[in-house]
């Protein structure tokens, strides 16, 4: 009795294992894994493609202490290289109403676009600030700008700062750039005569 249950037992147990191992070879464990095979990787995924065309120079994998890197990057230590005695430039336009107005369309308009950075009243645009490289000058400190000629104004607004501050000088005349100098002392609430 025990013999013959002992025997159907080993009996049973061969069959379930010799099942298990037919179905595994059928595919069975295979197909129930819900996770999918990864895909070949041969090939990176289009987004980590070069673009087509002549390789970049520049890549994101390019070490930051780069040279070329470097100098396209950091601004922070240009300032003004005006010429020598720009200071002593005499204002040629004189500040009637219609130079101011001039200078003023100039100052707000698209050919100066000063007030993306110094805003409205000359104290700086705030909303923009986050965008800037530099925070803006005051322009409306009275003490500031009568420390200022009219000359040095001029070659501030024609020459700018590379990266900091476009130059004037390439999109308004001379004339125009004057205008802007008148319209930006008033701006300051003592201006002085100069
Ligand atoms: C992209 C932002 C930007 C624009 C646009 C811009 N400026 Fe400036 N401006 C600055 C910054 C920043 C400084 C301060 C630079 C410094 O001294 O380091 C500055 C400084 C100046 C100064 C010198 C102030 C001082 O005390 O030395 C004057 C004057 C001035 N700007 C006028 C103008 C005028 C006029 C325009 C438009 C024609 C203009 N700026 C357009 C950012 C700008």
């Known amino acids: 009795m025990i013999r013959t249950n002992r025997f159907a037992l080993v009996v049973m147990l061969l069959l379930l294992s010799s099942l298990a191992i037919s ?29 087509p ?12 202490e780069s040279p070329s890197q470097k100098q396209q990057q950091d601004f922070s230590k240009n300032t003004w ?7 002593k430039t005499p204002n040629p336009v004189p500040a009637t109403p219609e130079s101011i107005a001039k200078g003023k369309e100039l100052y707000f308009g698209k050919a100066g ?6 805003g409205d009243t000359g104290s700086g645009n705030e909303a923009n600030l986050p965008k800037l490289r530099r925070k803006p000058a005051d322009i409306s400190n009275k003490e500031r700008m009568a420390a200022m000629t009219d000359g040095e104004i ?12 476009p130059a004037g000088e390439k999109r308004m005349s ?3 750039r004057w205008h802007v100098v008148n319209y930006v002392r008033t701006l300051a609430k003592d201006k002085p005569k100069s």
């Open 81 to 87: 290289e005006l010429p020598e005695d720009a200071d």
């Open 174 to 176: 001379e004339e125009e």
């Open 23 to 51: 179905l595994e070879s059928w595919g069975y464990g295979r197909t129930q894994n819900p996770i999918p095979p990864p895909a070949p990787k041969s090939m990176p995924p289009a987004s980590q493609q070069p673009p």
């Open 53 to 64: 065309g002549p390789p970049q120079p520049v890549s994101l994998t390019q070490p930051p």
């Open 154 to 165: 001029f070659w501030k607004v024609s020459k700018g700062i590379n990266g900091i501050m």
């Open 113 to 118: 676009n000063c007030v993306f950075c110094h």
